[in-house]
């Protein structure tokens, strides 16, 4: 048997012929030389590696059914568990503390905002990257080496594990390498743009101190712009134009500032639901643009879709690369041979007929980067988020990461709407690999 | 006379519009060259950009490491070591990475245990003996468990897998090694199958022709002549499964429990080292403190372990490519 087994491999092991036919011909040569006797038996084996060949043959057969049957049993049991939970307020709800109040709208908007800014970040780069070491041949070593070492590189960073892009992503994007000032320090952000502050005052007449006889006086709120978030308090004046957050929208209103301990009270209802205490504080408070950018990042949107950015880049490169690969080799020498330059050949020729391959790429790494949980969490801790993000730093949970939360509570009805979550989560994903399978399979359509 | 005076009245005409012509391609050209050199740049930016980041994970991880060895309470010995890993309370802070190293192994040894031979007989059936039909609903529905997020294996391991190992033997504790490392077998299961199919498929057909022609059944082509043959790409992938396996962070950190032990025991509560990064992260430890680094050091040794692992996967599977391209 182990001579059987040591003839099977020789040809296998990279041998040069000539070495594997001189110890072919010795292993021939040896039975006349040796005069083993001949043992008929051993031929005599078809029958038995016939049933072994069954054997396995049953055996890869049960194994192969189990993976069916683990897909089956998990998403099966899943379905157990998260349909009978699934809502409307677990969609469109927001993340009360009680579970049958619990939704998923912040989170549901939250992996919107943060894997649409990972794609629109992601996909030049890594079409790009993988464009520079598929379609550009290099011309001297040090290029060769360069983009040996590019390649090295990208094969590597698809191995290291999520976990420690998101450890990255905390140092790299949320604190900028404590570059800069700390984002919830009081002074603000070292840098921002895209936001308004203003001074919020309430009137007099609301003021239960300063009764002015009008019992039900409406409460109104004025806002005073101001340049920055550490500028001085404003003090109000008479005659100062302020905006006031009404039930039509911003309007500007004219107000009038008075001193309540020195200064005579009005009579005029109206007057006075104009009128400030000028020795009162105001709130500062904060209009941002859904742009708005500040340095370092902190826990928000860019931070969290620039570590999934990380995590995905090497997927969408390698994915790409095989897409390129896939052109047929002649269709790029037509176009040069029509005098097409490098980069007209990859945009108007390689390009078009690599899409396909590259959608499909990019949707299964936008599937992956939705259901990514452990960056986002190493970024954004465990947070209480209770609304949709509003501007691109805003704080904000993802999917993944609001059913992580409900599964690490003890309570089962917790365990319930994470099952719920899970459901809708498997749909999303679900929905994007049927794409990615359909487009593939159409494109081998094609192909053939 | 008039035709002749024509013409010479045309020429200069001709002459300018045919010289504007080339003036308007070679500003062309130019444009072009400019154009083709800009995009060729972007794309080098590109690429570099991926190196950017190798080099941002070492710097950050190498420079926040020595920060925390900068500690008093710790020191390189105690971390290398020790096999107590006590860095939240008591008073004697202990960081010995031992105890997360063991845990991690034993739940990766578990999961591997189940990943890869079921992984590779799955892949031996695909690739020689499966039939078209089976081989074409069998491999999306491997694509879809690969794709399934390791948060839904997270909450199957919890509150599918460890009830049912308590129903069977009532020791495992409610966070257990045993179930994490189920839920990380059938994770990296996928894995394993795919990557293996790949290297079988890259046996040329004439070795398994030529097996045939020596009367051998598809079992003797299969475990004497393709399996040695594949054997450097199927060595590969199971190297990246268990880089893979290590490098599993929410299934760990939902099922496997947070006290750092070492212990033999599958029944018992471990904590990896990706648990304990989501420990950290997860909790209120305060902002650059002592345990806040810790984190660091611990991703490092993540990363290197992984990383070498990846390499090592990567060299020889590269090897094989060759040999047979």
Redesign the interface.
């Known amino acids: 048997m182990s001579g059987?087994?040591s003839h099977?491999?020789s040809?296998?092991q990279?041998q040069s012929p000539d070495a594997s036919t001189t110890e072919a011909v010795k292993q021939q040569a040896e039975p006349v030389t040796n005069g083993a006797p001949f043992d008929a038996s051993k031929l005599v084996t078809?029958r038995n590696?016939?049933t072994?060949?069954i054997r396995?043959?049953q055996?890869?057969?049960v194994?192969?059914s189990?993976?069916?049957l683990?897909?089956v049993f998990?998403l099966g049991?899943?379905l157990v568990?998260g349909l009978p939970a699934l809502s409307w307020t677990l969609l469109t709800g927001y993340p009360e503390p009680e579970p049958e109040n619990a939704g998923l709208w912040p989170a549901l908007m939250g992996t919107l905002w943060v894997c649409t800014m990972c794609a629109l970040i992601t996909l030049?780069?890594?079409i790009?990257?993988a464009?520079?070491?598929e379609e550009?041949t290099p011309r001297n070593k040090l290029a060769r080496n360069?983009?040996s070492?590019?390649q090295?590189?990208?094969?590597?960073?698809?191995?290291?594990?999520?976990?420690?892009y998101?450890?990255?992503g905390?140092?790299?994007f949320v604190s900028m390498?404590s570059l800069f000032d700390d984002a919830d320090s009081t002074d603000g952000p070292s840098m921002e743009m895209g936001a308004v502050y203003f001074d919020q005052f309430s009137n007099v007449a609301s003021d239960p101190f300063l009764n002015t006889g009008d019992a039900d006086a409406r409460e109104r709120y004025f806002l005073i712009p101001v340049d920055s978030r550490g500028a001085p308090v404003t003090v109000p004046k008479t005659g100062m134009l302020a905006y006031e957050n009404g039930e039509a929208g911003f309007a500007t209103v004219e107000i009038l500032a008075i001193d309540p301990f020195t200064d005579e009270v009005s009579a005029d209802a109206d007057i006075m639901s104009r009128t400030i205490d000028n020795t009162s504080t105001p709130g500062r408070i904060s209009e941002k643009q859904w742009y708005y950018l500040r340095l370092p990042f902190g826990r928000g949107v860019v931070a969290g879709a620039l570590t999934l950015m990380?995590v995905i880049?090497?997927v969408i490169?390698i994915s790409t690369q095989e897409a390129l690969r896939a052109v047929p080799a002649t269709l790029r020498a037509g176009a040069l041979g029509l005098g097409a330059?490098?980069?007209q050949v990859v945009w108007n020729v390689t390009l078009p007929s690599a899409i396909p391959g590259i959608m499909t790429g990019a949707i299964?790494a936008m599937?992956?980067a939705?259901?990514?949980?452990?960056p986002i969490?190493?970024?954004a801790?465990?947070v209480y988020i209770r609304s949709a993000p509003q501007h691109l730093m805003d704080d904000c949970t993802v999917m993944?990461l609001q059913?992580?939360n409900w599964?690490?509570r003890p309570q089962d009805e917790f365990?319930e709407i994470?099952?719920g979550g899970?459901v809708i989560?498997?749909a999303i994903?679900?929905t994007f690999?049927a794409v990615a399978?359909l487009i593939r399979h159409r494109m081998q359509n094609k192909l053939r | 006379m008039s035709s002749e005076l024509d013409s010479d009245r045309r020429l200069p005409q001709l002459e300018q519009q045919v010289q504007t012509l080339f003036v308007r391609d070679r500003r062309s050209l130019s444009w072009v060259r400019i154009r083709e050199k800009g995009i060729f740049l972007c794309l080098i930016g590109c690429g570099l950009f991926s190196l950017l980041i190798t080099g941002s994970i070492i710097f950050v991880l190498a420079s926040e490491t020595f920060r925390f060895f900068q500690f008093p309470d710790v020191t390189l010995s105690n971390f290398f070591l020790s096999t107590e890993w006590n860095p939240l309370l008591g008073n004697t802070k202990s960081f010995g990475i031992w105890a997360l190293i063991s845990g991690t192994l034993m739940v990766t040894a578990i999961a591997m245990i189940l990943a890869l031979p079921l992984g590779l007989i799955t892949a031996v059936y695909l690739s020689e003996y499966a039939p078209r039909r089976v081989r074409s609903t069998l491999k999306p529905i491997l694509e879809i468990l690969a794709g399934i997020p390791t948060v839904v294996y997270g909450f199957f391991a919890l509150l599918t897998i460890t009830p049912f190992l308590q129903w069977c033997y009532s020791g495992f504790n409610v966070y257990n090694a045993m179930s994490a490392g189920i839920a990380v077998g059938i994770l990296c299961f996928p894995t394993v199958c795919s990557l293996a199919e790949d290297a079988l498929q890259a046996v040329p057909s004439s070795l398994r022709d030529g097996a045939f022609g020596l009367g051998g059944t598809r079992f003797d082509a299969t475990v004497k002549v393709i399996i040695p043959a594949a054997l450097s790409g199927i060595i590969s992938a199971f190297l990246l499964a268990i880089a893979r396996a290590i490098g599993e962070t929410m299934i760990v950190a939902l099922a496997a429990g947070s006290r750092a032990q070492v212990t033999l025991n599958p029944g018992d509560e471990v904590q990896t080292m990706t648990g304990y990064m989501v420990q950290i992260a997860g909790g209120d430890v305060s902002n650059f403190g002592m345990e806040y680094y810790s984190m660091y050091a611990v991703a490092f040794t993540l990363f290197v372990i992984t990383l070498t692992l990846t390499m090592i996967g990567n060299q020889i599977r590269k090897k094989y490519r060759e040999t047979y391209e």
């Open positions: 059987n087994d099977g491999d040809p296998l990279g078809s590696r016939i072994k060949d396995f043959r055996m890869c057969i194994t192969a189990a993976s069916v683990i897909l998990l049991s899943l568990s030049p780069l890594g790009g990257t464009i520079l070491l550009f360069v983009l070492l590019i090295l590189n990208i094969t590597n960073l698809a191995g290291v594990p999520s976990v420690v998101g450890i990255i905390l140092t790299a390498f990380l880049l090497p490169i330059t490098p980069w299964l599937s992956r939705i259901g990514e949980t452990a969490l190493i970024i801790g465990i993944p059913i992580y599964i690490q365990h994470a099952a899970i989560l498997l994903l679900l690999n399978i």
